[in-house]
């Protein structure tokens, strides 16, 4: 069955330091997706993108956050300069239609 | 501001009864509602939805019972196996209008043997 997959699983980097998250969606989703969860909390969107664009962001996505789909098949999550509180579990998803999206494993980013 | 809610964090039912996971929506415009499941250390799992138009969506052992006028649903699983062991969240998204998907804090649901 196919699936979405996501590497690293876990990344570590010093504050100040730029992180990209890797993902691949399923091959014939269309929207693809970045959540996170920081622990003990609840999974928060951060953004969507369509057609080779953002289609929305949260108020967590700001500046330091980009997305890119470089080759039709990756989809990337970078932060430019990470700071401690974006330790967080983060989740990438995609979907061929907007109703039921499928998450990837996940990468485990730890700010130090 | 929680447009989700699960007010149950954690659940025990015995092997082979039902299990009733709960779920609260405020927002009206929410049109479809997915139900997760996650163990740890992995992404969640969808596991079933259903479209505001509908008020049951059966898959297997799952059902999902939707009531807009309550602004409530539920999840059941029945009979409810060790595997199911795991947190469930439960979601929403405005569908078209909206897709991002938004989470309930999830309860986690113990089979006991």
């Known amino acids: 069955e196919p699936e979405v997959t996501q590497t690293p699983s876990h990344q570590v980097t010093q504050m100040g330091q730029e992180v990209i998250l890797r993902c691949v969606p399923i091959?014939?989703?269309?929207?693809f997706y970045w959540y996170r969860q920081i622990l003990g909390q609840k999974v928060e969107f951060l953004v969507s993108?369509?057609?080779?664009?953002?289609?929305?962001k949260s108020e967590i996505f700001d500046d330091q956050f980009s997305v890119e789909r470089p080759d039709g098949s990756n989809f990337t999550l970078k932060i430019r300069s990470t700071k401690l509180e974006d330790s967080a579990m983060y989740f990438c998803?995609?979907?061929?239609?907007?109703?039921?999206?499928?998450f990837g494993p996940g990468t485990r980013l730890l700010v130090l | 501001d929680q447009q989700v809610k699960q007010n149950s964090p954690s659940l025990s039912v015995q092997e082979g009864r039902i299990s009733i996971l709960n779920c609260d929506y405020t927002?009206?415009?929410?049109?479809?509602f997915l139900w997760y499941k996650k163990y740890p250390a992995e992404g969640p799992t969808f596991l079933i939805s259903?479209?505001?138009?509908?008020d049951k969506n059966e898959d297997g052992r799952f059902t999902v019972f939707l009531n807009k006028s309550a602004k409530h649903l539920s999840l059941h699983i029945v009979p409810s196996q060790p595997g199911d062991s795991a947190v469930y969240f439960c979601?929403?998204?405005?569908?078209?209008?909206?897709?991002?998907?938004?989470f309930g804090k999830g309860t986690r649901l113990h089979i006991l043997p």
């Open positions: 993108f369509y057609n080779n664009e953002i289609s929305e």
């Open positions: 259903i479209s505001s138009i509908k």
């Open positions: 998803a995609s979907s061929y239609t907007v109703e039921t999206q499928y």
């Open positions: 927002n009206s415009m929410f049109d479809y």
């Open positions: 979601a929403a998204s405005e569908g078209e209008r909206d897709d991002k998907i938004i």
């Open positions: 091959s014939n989703h269309l929207y």
